[in-house]
């Protein structure tokens, strides 16, 4: 069996079925500018990813059902978020006020948030990270950014199925001539080497500013 | 006019607003988002880039014939139309923005002013030939 099989059965329910059968990952975009709220989208719809873009922290809170407004306690399932893409700078309330109020949520804290500033200042971002913003992006965000964290937030994904995969994997197969787990694939192997991206550690931080 | 001459045309005008500092990479970035699907997205953006500035360039013209100045204000505006360029990769017009945030920094109000008209040249002269650019391609995609 490719390991690429074996990974896709595996894969939790957090990806959201799209109409072609393919798991995506649903990506929420906050940005007050038209242009970039434009951009964005189609640079995560060209990623295939699934996208819902807002305008505004508010509208961002709204959606993800953590605007204050009485709701039952359906709200995590109604609404799946893979992703947080949020602009720094917005009028009212900032993606630092929006991040803040994510990771206070017991119910979305565990997204990813990435925050986009087209201001490179060593403050802001450390500020972000230290809130527990997974990434910081200069903008214009790039193809390659978009590609990048998709492929962080997949990984992620997929750690949550190996384990699961590996434990059935390992006490059906016994047989001493299989060197070779389906896991085993270049994919999971990176996983060690893996980039900026990784569970936040003084030296990371000190990577991603190196980084930028 | 035959399609490849006037296809040649478009790619002349493109390479010189790249050669000349017109617009940057994140010109080319948007480009490498079009697909079949979606045919005219650069041209899109653009538009989209010039009918929402329209909107900052009134507020900044208005907000330099408030007396007093609120240069908080015009800082903020510029911050936004700064971003814009920056999106579409209006390379020229970004530079200029940086000038006019500095004099606004140590409100210079005539430093902003002469500023902001020369942003205002370079906005629309990229403008005028980003149209063309666009029309020569419309027109050669037509030619069969």
Redesign the interface.
């Known amino acids: 069996m490719a390991g690429g099989e074996v990974l896709r059965q595996n894969l939790p329910e957090k990806l959201e079925e799209s109409p072609s059968g393919a798991n995506e990952l649903h990506v929420l975009a906050v940005d007050?500018?038209?242009?970039?709220r434009?951009?964005i989208e189609?640079?995560l719809k060209?990623s295939s990813c699934k996208v819902t873009v807002v305008e505004s922290g508010t509208r961002a809170l709204q959606y993800l059902g953590l605007d204050g407004d009485k709701k039952s306690s359906i709200g995590f399932d109604s609404v799946k978020v893979n992703l947080i893409m949020t602009d720094y700078?917005m009028p009212g309330m900032t993606g630092y006020d929006l991040l803040k109020k994510i990771k206070e949520s017991s119910v979305f804290r565990e997204i990813p948030v990435v925050i986009m500033s087209?201001e490179n200042i060593l403050t802001r971002i450390d500020r972000c990270l230290e809130e527990g913003a997974e990434d910081f992006l200069l903008?214009?965000v790039?193809?390659s950014d978009v590609r990048r964290l998709k492929d962080f937030i997949m990984r992620g994904e997929v750690k949550e199925g190996e384990k699961r995969c590996c434990k059935r994997s390992r006490s059906e197969d016994c047989s001493p001539s299989s060197m070779t787990h389906p896991c085993d694939s270049s994919l999971l192997s990176s996983l060690s080497s893996s980039s900026v991206l990784s569970p936040l550690s003084p030296s990371t931080l000190s990577s991603k500013k190196s980084r930028l | 006019m035959d399609k490849v001459r006037l296809q040649r045309e478009a790619a002349f005008i493109r390479s010189s607003l790249l050669d000349q500092g017109y617009l940057d990479e994140?010109f080319i970035?948007?480009e490498?988002?079009q697909?079949n699907d979606?045919p005219n997205?650069v041209e899109?953006?653009v538009t989209?880039?010039y009918t929402?500035s329209a909107r900052l360039i009134y507020n900044i013209d208005q907000a330099l014939l408030s007396n007093p100045t609120d240069f908080t204000k015009l800082d903020d505006y510029m911050?936004?139309f700064?971003?814009?360029c920056?999106?579409?990769?209006a390379k020229k017009v970004k530079n200029e923005c940086n000038g006019f945030g500095e004099y606004c920094e140590v409100q210079n109000y005539d430093g902003c002013f002469r500023t902001f008209q020369q942003i205002k040249q370079e906005y629309i002269t990229l403008k005028k030939k980003l149209e063309t650019y666009f029309q020569l391609l419309k027109e050669a995609a037509q030619i069969k």
Do not use: A, T
């Not at chain 1, 007050?32 to 970039?36: Q, T």
């Open positions: 007050d500018s038209l242009v970039d434009k951009v189609r640079l060209i700078s087209s903008k214009p790039k193809l | 994140q970035q948007l490498e988002l697909d979606n997205f899109e953006v989209l880039f929402d911050h936004q700064k971003g814009s920056s999106s579409i990769g």
